[in-house]
């Protein structure tokens, strides 16, 4: 399968700044990924789908001003936690769609907001 | 939108036996149910998928039931064994929406030794 790699693995920062989460597809050029957000003993919740090139397409509930997603390239998404707060820290996890029905799931990244 | 409900939230098991795993989903257009397998700060892990094209599939100890008609699917696991111990996600999926998962609240496994 694909490897999906995120950037950083975990990240401390503080109330009201912004962090921005990479997600990179290192040998697989993806049109389409999927940001997702997992609570401690939670599932995993579906946030964004992210097309190359085009606008995001958020989740019902999910703030599209506060969780900037950009997909500039084949290769690369972001997802901005802007004025992030204690109630952002989550597991964050990005995954790339391969072929027609599977996906490919970065390692996930950390935030807590302090 | 798709709905999938998951149940057990628990399940402890002697090491040997069998664990079942249930889901249901509420949307007839889901045709993609895939099963994860999710250890302590990792990232899901696929174990096995099913289309609704088929009823059936299994790999080994491990194999997934879809009743269509009734909107169902489950995960079986024989001969359990104490490093399947993990949170299993079943997830439902369809073309129509660019194939995203939508995953059920998941189901902790213990495997007793």
Known sequence: GAVVSQHPSWVICKSGTSVKIECRSLDFQATTMFWYRQFPKQSLMLMATSNEGSKATYEQGVEKDKFLINHASLTLSTLTVTSAHPEDSSFYICSQKGGLYEQYFGPGTRLTVT | ?113
Request: charge should be neutral; include cysteine; hydrophobic fraction near 30%.
């Open chain 2, 1 to 113: 939108g798709e709905n999938v409900e998951q149940h057990p939230s628990t399940l402890s098991v002697q090491e040997g036996d069998s664990a079942v795993i249930k889901c249901t989903y509420s949307d007839s257009a889901s045709n993609y149910f895939p099963w994860y397998k999710q250890e302590l700060g990792k990232r899901p892990q696929l174990i096995i998928d099913i289309r609704s094209n088929v009823g059936e599939k299994k790999d080994q100890r491990i194999a997934v039931t879809l009743n269509k008609t009734a909107k169902h699917f489950s995960l079986h696991i024989t001969e359990t064994q104490p490093e399947d111990s993990a949170v299993y996600f079943c997830a439902a999926s369809q073309r129509d929406s660019s194939y995203k998962l939508i995953f059920g609240s998941g189901t902790r496994l213990l495997v007793r030794p």
